[in-house]
């Protein structure tokens, strides 16, 4: 049984930083590329980062470059992403996603992503 849990997100402040965090179980963690999704209120889904299974390479969207860093620990299978001097932009459900992705350019699409978590909330005063 395929399982992502992501970990709680939470309400912050403006310039806070928080750490998202995803387990993952059913599958082999190791051969999957791992991506973070987000979907702010009233709109549509949309890439946040990705990390690429085969080389490591980490994508961002441009909205979070400097900010945001995901990271992968394939002992642990677990990813996360590093989020800093987050802005209220930034308030949205965030989904961490898993999929047999190998290049940069597929891993900002999530049809490419064949699991997903269930959601966790971040809420960004300003």
């Known amino acids: 049984q395929v399982q992502l849990v992501e970990s709680a997100g939470g309400l912050v402040q403006a310039g806070d930083s928080l750490r998202l965090s995803c387990v993952a179980s059913g599958f082999r963690f190791s051969r999957h590329t791992m991506g973070w999704f987000r979907r702010p209120p009233g709109k549509e889904r949309e890439f946040v980062a990705a990390?690429?299974?085969?080389?490591?390479?980490?994508v961002y969207t441009d909205s979070v470059k400097g900010r945001f860093t995901i990271s992968r620990d394939n002992t642990k299978n677990t990813v996360s992403l590093r989020m800093t001097s987050l802005k209220p932009e930034d308030t949205a459900v965030y989904y961490c996603a898993a999929g047999m992705v190998a290049s940069g350019y597929d891993s900002r699409e999530p049809n490419n992503y064949f699991y997903w978590g269930q959601g966790t909330q971040v809420t960004v005063s300003s």
């Open positions: 990390i690429l299974w085969n080389t490591n390479t980490t």
